[in-house]
């Protein structure tokens, strides 16, 4: 199973994203139902739609703010949502317990995702690599951008030395030729 993190999870709901259509291609080509997300994904998202729509000082940003909380709430219609129970809580107070340092939010994630033996699929490695024996992994990961884009420029650049570096020898040896006609 792959557990979405929030940040991947406000991918699906910007669906015009090249980011988001990337994801939603990831995730078609799994089965159905074995991608989910955590309950505690939910309240961070629902915390911070809440936020936004305090923030609204006017009717115009008050409907848009509305409008977004609604399109939050049908996302997660059609989500399996990974409970925080009583097995992700045993491994929370473990994972706490061994002082990591990252946030009580990505602990609890962490913990769901254990409990359940699934893949994290999430843009925050850096964190939660720091959480041993995590199954972790990245859509925009830099093993995903060395992969598929630094390692092509480097074939690129292969290519092209190889295509000039004969040139190059060529115009040496002309060089020292002329040179060579023009000392005798």
Partial sequence: MVVLDTDHLSLLERRQSAASQSLQTRLDRLDAGSWATTIVTYEEQTRGWMAYMARAKTVAQEIDAYARLKTH???????????????????????????????????????????????LLSRNLSDFRKVPGLKVDGLNSRRSLVLFILFPILILIVILLLLLCPLTLCTRRMTMDRRARARS
């Fill in 73 to 119: 709430i049908q996302s997660f219609r059609y989500i399996v949502v990974l409970d925080f129970d009583e097995g992700a809580a045993v491994k929370y107070r473990e994972l706490s317990q061994s002082r990591l340092r990252i946030g009580t939010m990505d602990l609890k994630i962490a913990a769901i995702v254990f409990a359940h033996d699934a893949t």
